[in-house]
């Protein structure tokens, strides 16, 4: 033994004894010839923290069990286990938070629910406001102003019910090809309007995917959105659906301006966007609801020669095995 307080026998000794005098519970043998007793106890040990980022100077807590191991009235020595009940208590903790922040978001949801009737009310009678005024009169401008905020309220409302339903993994089995087929198609008036040509492809035998399809839908919506509003020239839209590794994966790219090298690393974050009247939370609740399924959203992008977005997700077929 070195030269510490425990590597002198006679402290150890003494340390012993006071430990047999306070904290031994049990006493059972091991072994009769010769002769091994245990001398066992079980207790808190709070030990004060010195950290300056500890919480308040909350002590640390472990349980511990401590054995005297004697032969004789000879300590042999001492066998010493402790569970730290901190680590424990934090997970407890963090159980409990969850929960608390699972209630509270879906008091949140319930709430924005609510105030999307007092919006819609409001936005019809501004809508007769302005229908009853004369076309020169400046009210009009402002009426007009007033709809437009809530229009973009109302939306933000409805990204935030989103926010909380990409949270339920409730699904169905999706032909995903078919299904961008048909969403294409509430799109065709607008890319008339501003001269896109959309160009569709698709692999043959495609498996479907298992995800909620109305969630889905709010993907490719947001995302076509996106490639409409960057096209302000008009363009190409290609969009493909192909099988790859029992996954379906699909991909649709315009003919805007690109990302940003520097807006790059924000396109998911909530909140960001470069639209004027955007609410920036349209990819980011993509990514939840693409992540969800257990599949991956990703873009290519540089300045001057468009973006692709790419959604891949695994086929149902690979799900259930």
Known sequence: MGDGVLGRSNDFVNYVRAYEETFTDSVYSISEDPPILIKE????????SKDDNDDGGKPLV??????VVERSGCQL?????????????DVRNNISRLKNLTAVGELAASAIHEIKNPIFSIRGF??????????DDKRREYTKIMIAELDRLSK?????????????????????????????????????????TCHFQA???IAPVFIDADQLKQVFINIMQNALDAMSQGGNIYVSVSSKENNVI????????GIKKEDKGNVFKPFFTTKENGTGLGLYISKRIISNYG???DFESEEGCGTKFIIKLPTSRNITE
Request: charged share 35%; hydrophobic share 40%; no cysteine.
């Open 41 to 48: 106890g079980k207790h808190l040990v709070f030990i004060e």
């Open 250 to 257: 699909t991909e649709i790219r315009d003919e805007g301006p």
């Open 295 to 297: 599949g991956t959203i």
């Open 77 to 89: 020595g001492a066998i010493i286990m402790y569970e730290d009940k901190n680590e424990r208590e």
């Open 156 to 196: 933000l409302a409805d990204d935030f019910l989103m926010i909380a339903k990409s949270q339920e993994k409730k699904g169905e089995n999706v032909f995903i090809h078919t299904f961008l087929e048909e969403i294409l198609k509430l799109f065709n008036p607008r890319f008339d309007v501003k001269g896109i």
């Open 62 to 67: 472990f349980d511990v069990t401590a054995a």
């Open 203 to 205: 692999d043959d035998d």
């Open 126 to 135: 501004l809508r007769l406001l302005e229908n009853s005024l004369m076309q």
